[in-house]
C-alpha cells in the first residue's frame, strides 16, 4: 500500500474506530417540497446557517487562541517529514523521533542518499515504517531533482511527492508557507465536522470540500488547528467532554454526553 492511498485510509479506518456519529435529524424524510439550500441542509442533518458558523468560529478562537501545528520543525523539509511520518501515529510519538532523525540526516540531500534500511531504522517506532521510509526517500529524491532541494509551495506540486496527499501538503502549505489552499481533513476534523453537522461525506476530499465551502477561507489554517486541539481535549471519540465544551449550545450531535439544548 502506497503512503498516499495510507493517508486515505488512516483518515478512514480512524474514523471508522471513532464510530463517527450523525447527527440529529439525519436521514430524516424530507417534506416533498422543501427545496432551497437551507431546506436540503437541513433535510440532510446539516447545520450551515452564516450566523452558527460564526458562532461556532468565533467560540473556537476564543477557546484555543494559539492553536497550532503539534509537529516540531524547524522548516518546510522538516515539517513535511513529521507529517508523513504521522500517518496512524501520534505526534507526541513522532516528536520524539524527529530530533535524533534530523540530526543523523540534516538535509533533503541526506536523506536522498541515505539507504532505506537507515531511514527505516530510525523511525521505526512509527508504524508502517517500511512505507513510510519510501515515501520520504522518494520525496527528497523528488525534490532534489525536480525542485532544487526546497519543497514545492503549490498543492499541484506537492502532490507529485511520493507520500503526500491532500492532508499533509495542506498541513505543509498552512504552517509553512501561510498558504491556505485548503482544509486539514485528519481524523479529529473529520469526527468534529460530522457532530457539528458541517458534513455528512465519508471521503476526506468530499468533507474537506463542505468544508471549504461553508468555512471563510481566511480561516481554513486556523480552523484545522482549532478542530484538531479541540478534538484532542474535550470532544474525544469516545465518551466526548461536552459538560466542558463551549460549542455545547451549538452541537447536535446525537451522540452528545450531555446536552442543554
Ligand atoms: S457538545 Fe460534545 S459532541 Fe458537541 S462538539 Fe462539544 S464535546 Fe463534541
Known sequence: MTAKKAEKKSA??????????????????????????RAKAKDAGLELEPERIAELLRRLRAAYPRAECALLHRNAWELLVATILSAQCTDARVNMVTPSLFKKFPSPAAFAEASLPAIEEEIRSTGFYHNKAKSISGAA?????????????????????????????????????????????????????????????EDPKRVEEDLMRVIPRDRWIA?????????????????????????????????????SV
Request: glycine letters at 8%.
Open 12 to 37: 478512514a479506518a480512524k474514523k471508522s474506530a471513532a464510530g463517527v456519529p450523525k447527527t440529529r435529524g439525519a436521514g430524516a424524510k424530507s417534506p416533498a417540497k422543501a427545496a432551497g439550500p
Open 223 to 259: 480552523f484545522s488547528h482549532e478542530m484538531i486541539h479541540h478534538g484532542r481535549q474535550i470532544c474525544v471519540a469516545r465518551k466526548p467532554r461536552c459538560a466542558d465544551c463551549p460549542l455545547e449550545t451549538l452541537c447536535h450531535a446525537a451522540d452528545k454526553t450531555w446536552s
Open 141 to 201: 529524491k523528488r525534490l532534489m531533482s525536480e525542485f532544487g532541494g526546497k519543497v514545492p509551495q503549490t498543492m499541484e506540486e506537492l502532490l507529485t511527492l511520493p507520500g503526500v496527499a491532500r492532508k499533509t501538503a495542506n498541513v505543509v502549505l498552512g504552517v509553512a508557507f501561510q498558504k491556505a489552499e485548503g482544509v486539514v481533513v485528519d481524523t479529529h476534523v473529520l469526527r468534529l465536522s460530522h457532530r457539528l453537522g458541517l458534513t455528512r461525506a
